[in-house]
Structures are given as structure tokens and as C-alpha cells.
């Protein structure tokens, strides 16, 4: 391997350091904050004439206000299948239908439930931490092979400092995203 394919090697690295925190964000999403969100229904399934649907590609999904949410089903039809999902997703929230559209409430978090969203957000955190490190640990024995096979060792050197100042810039990234996140659960 050379200069080039090394190269390869820790871009590969920082774009699984990347995607991790992409990852993260939409998972974080979906940990609802006592706010009406459409996001917070993202992985419900509906089955459309037999098959799991994504929520939002057979009704139109907003908010009213900060604590209600809205379903607009394209089809009539489609108001008990939604409704059923809902409750099955076991999300903790109560749809109603109005015969024309489904609204849901969203209550305001108890504490303890506050404590349980943000272990949540800690663990969804401690996941994206793992995949940065799995792709440090890729890319530095990617290295340490090349400098084993006449590679310069103090070019290795900076290339192991190089990957490994960006798995702590994204494990800071990843800090800053999971403390925000945190903090919005926890603010009454």
C-alpha cells in the first residue's frame, strides 16, 4: 500500500466517523422531548394494501401546536390501520380520530421519564462513540500493517496522530450532541 491508498484508508476512517454522527442524530430524533414533533413517528410502519408502509408516505404528518400533532391520511381508509399503529409502536401517546384526520396529544414528560429519555440519549451516544472507535482501530492497523511492510515509521506516526486527533474531534462532536440533547429532555 502507499501514500495514496493510506490516504484512502483514514478518509474511509473519518467517513464512518461521519456517518456515526449522522446515525446518532437521526436516533436522536426520534427520543421524543415532551414537544410535538413529526419526527417522533418517523419509525412507525402502516400496512397500505398489505405491505409496511413508512408513515409518512401514506399521510401527511405536522403540528398544530407544540404539544399536538396531526396525521392527514391520503385515504379515508387509512384513519384505523394508522391509529393501530400508533398504538402498537407503543410510543406512550394516544391518537384520536376525528373521522377526517388523527390528532395526538403529546403530555408532558414525568421526571422519571425525563431520566429514562436521557439514559436513552446516553446510550444512543455510547453507540456512535463505538463506531467511531471501530473505524480509529480499522484505519490504525491499516498503518501499523504498512510501516510492518517498509512503510516510514515516522510517516505512520503522523498518520496514527492524524486519525486519532479525528476520533477525538468526533468523540467531542458526538459529547456536544448527547449533552444538548440531554439537556432538552431534561428542561421542563
Known amino acids: 500500500m502507499d501514500e ?6 483514514i478518509n474511509e476512517a473519518k467517513s464512518l466517523m461521519g456517518e456515526a ?10 427520543i421524543r422531548t415532551g414537544k410535538a414533533s ?5 419509525g412507525i410502519m402502516v400496512p397500505y394494501y398489505g405491505t409496511p408502509t413508512p408513515l409518512s408516505q401514506v399521510a ?27 398504538f402498537e409502536a407503543n410510543l406512550g401517546l394516544t391518537p384520536m380520530n376525528n373521522g377526517e384526520s388523527i390528532m395526538i396529544n403529546v403530555p408532558p414528560l414525568t421526571e422519571e421519564r425525563r431520566k429514562q429519555m436521557a439514559k436513552m440519549v446516553k446510550d444512543e451516544g455510547e453507540t456512535a462513540k463505538i ?8 484505519a490504525m ?12 515509521e515516522d510517516a505512520g506516526k503522523r498518520k496514527e496522530d492524524e486519525v ?16 444538548a440533547k440531554t439537556e432538552e429532555v431534561m428542561t421542563v
Not at 454522527?21 to 426520534?30: D, Y
Not at 413529526?38 to 418517523?42: K, T
Not at 477525538?168 to 448527547?178: A, E, H, L, P
Open 131 to 138: 463506531s467511531v472507535r471501530n473505524a480509529r482501530r480499522d
Open 60 to 86: 401527511n404528518l405536522g403540528t398544530s401546536d407544540a404539544r399536538t400533532l396531526t396525521i392527514q391520511p391520503w385515504e379515508k381508509n387509512m384513519l384505523a390501520p394508522i391509529e393501530k399503529a400508533i
Open 38 to 42: 413529526p419526527a417522533m413517528l418517523s
Open 164 to 179: 486519532q486527533s479525528a476520533t477525538d474531534s468526533y468523540s467531542k462532536k458526538i459529547d456536544g450532541i448527547v449533552d
Open 4 to 9: 495514496e491508498l493510506l490516504a484512502d484508508k
Open 141 to 152: 492497523e491499516a498503518i501499523k500493517k504498512e510501516v510492518k511492510n517498509g512503510y516510514p
Open 21 to 30: 454522527i449522522t446515525h446518532l442524530e437521526g436516533e436522536l430524533m426520534k
